[in-house]
């Protein structure tokens, strides 16, 4: 065994306390010091990593105990700490916030024991005193196996009340405090209906970061949150993970990646997992890019935020016409959510305005100013797909404001989903052809099969491509 990445998870008390800020804030920190960073992130989400990659200039990596299970998650971890000095981990909602409420499942301190990392809490200390104290007491004896390392202080009034914080918390817990941020803040990142705006539209400029590195350098003491961090034990992990063993069985092929500021919700692994499988990625723009990409196999449009974009999207009608005839060619696509939106005849934005998508499927995403699902699901393919075989399952998640006009009459035939593992069963996934649309965001970790049948469809399209033209 070696030991040398120091890993820290950054939790909160609860949602909205500034794990996010907290969490860049001390990425960009100690890279400023040097340091190789790699993030990661507790749960589905796709929106912050994507501000951590900004900031450490590497990929972000999911950690989500219920779509991955414990030999993935700890693989996938392991992995990408070697080489790093730090391993920076924000946490998802409450530190102790899971799937069902009462079990840890899919929470922060799951993630905390599986890893045995130390467990930075931020608090928000508006108006408190000694409560601090008894909150973080409260949350560090909570359960056995996560305890807390140290303490973040956010939107504190003053230096005279962070000072009795400090000595209050620090006496009456044993807990160091790392440090604190003012209340009023300069460093914000602006939020919309999914959640915060993603990287690809917030501009994360190296102004930016510097800014979020002196803020946190000022306010932290930075070689104590390394102190208090744990170190990684690397071990030999072979077989510890779901995709162990599997390997390209033909020709490699080219999948066209839709990423713009429309379409950016991509799980790393699920593109890293293409790439192993024989894939090579090429980016495109349903925005900006009046053609699809040359030579391509296969299509994969993820989500992200199309509804913001339709005028746009109708608008480039040559993009649309390009993309209906690879369909119409039997080019294998596959959708996810926003996806599943553009490949509709149209989006049905806020302002009751309907425009013009893709056209492969006859249904219209409607948008809603209340969510309309949320929350993980297990799907299991029902009958042979471009992704699928007959009976294979693999675990994702929903978090939409859409619905498709029609309802019952536009229903999928692909999958049975549930709501977790035991709700009641419905259906998802549209097809036509060699496409394949759905609402689940798949995270290919959970059953890597899935990428591995994707890139063979895409492989057998080529094939028959060069047998009728003759196409090298």
Excluded at 199 to 224: G, K, N, Q, S, Y
Excluded at 323 to 337: H, Q, S, T
Excluded at 384 to 413: K, M, P, V, W
Excluded at 420 to 444: E, I, M, P
């Amino acid at each position: 065994m070696t030991v040398k990445t120091k890993a820290m998870i950054i939790a909160g008390t609860h949602s909205g306390v500034g794990k996010t800020t907290v969490a860049l804030g001390i990425m960009a920190a100690l890279r400023r010091r040097g340091l190789a960073v790699q993030p990661f992130k507790v749960g589905p989400d796709f929106i912050d990593p994507g501000h951590h990659q900004a900031v450490c200039g590497l990929p972000s990596r999911n950690l989500d105990g219920w779509m991955l299970g414990r030999a993935y998650t700890v693989g996938s971890f392991l992995r990408h700490c070697r080489g790093k000095d730090a391993a920076v981990i924000e946490g998802v909602m409450g530190l102790f916030d899971g799937r069902l409420g009462a079990d840890d499942e899919g929470s922060t301190a799951q993630i905390a024991r599986w890893l045995k990392t130390a467990v930075v809490l931020v608090v928000d200390a508006r108006g408190m005193s000694g409560s601090a104290a008894a909150l973080i007491s409260g949350f560090n004896r909570y359960r056995r196996g996560v305890a807390i390392s140290g303490v973040v202080l956010n939107r504190v009034g003053s230096d005279d009340h962070y000072r009795r914080l400090k000595a209050i918390i620090e006496q009456r817990c044993g807990i160091p405090v790392i440090g604190h941020l003012p209340a009023e803040g300069s460093i914000t990142i602006p939020e919309r209906h999914l959640g915060l705006v993603t990287a690809t539209e917030f501009m994360v400029t190296r102004r930016f970061i510097e800014r979020l590195a002196v803020l946190f350098e000022r306010c932290l003491d930075l070689d104590l949150l390394l102190k208090v961090s744990s170190p990684v034990m690397q071990r030999h992990s072979r077989g510890e993970n779901p995709d162990d063993g599997l390997r390209p069985t033909g020709p490699g092929v080219r999948v066209g990646i839709a990423r713009d500021r429309a379409f950016s919700f991509y799980y790393q692994d699920n593109l890293d997992l293409l790439r192993q499988m024989g894939a090579t990625l090429v980016p495109f723009s349903p925005l900006g890019d009046r053609a699809l990409p040359p030579r391509l196999d296969g299509i994969y449009i993820g989500g992200g935020y199309p509804e913001l974009f339709a005028p746009e999207l109708e608008g480039n009608a040559a993009m649309r016409r390009h993309l209906r005839r690879f369909a119409e060619n039997g080019g294998p696509v596959y959708a996810e959510c926003g996806g599943l939106m553009y490949l509709g005849s149209g989006i049905k934005t806020f302002d009751g305005r309907t425009h013009k998508m893709a056209g492969i499927f006859p249904y219209t995403a409607v948008m809603h100013t209340r969510l309309t699902h949320l929350g993980y699901h297990s799907v299991r393919a029902v009958r042979n797909t471009i992704i699928a075989g007959r009976g294979e399952c693999a675990r994702g998640h929903q978090f939409r404001y859409s619905s498709l006009a029609g309802g019952s009459l536009f229903q999928g035939d692909a999958f049975s989903v549930r709501k977790g593992t035991a709700g009641r069963a419905s259906r998802d996934g549209f097809r036509y052809k060699n496409v394949l649309a759905q609402y689940v965001h798949l995270h290919f970790g959970s059953n890597p099969h899935f990428a591995k049948r994707f890139v063979e469809s895409c492989r057998e399209h080529s094939a028959d491509l060069r047998g009728e033209t003759g196409r090298a």
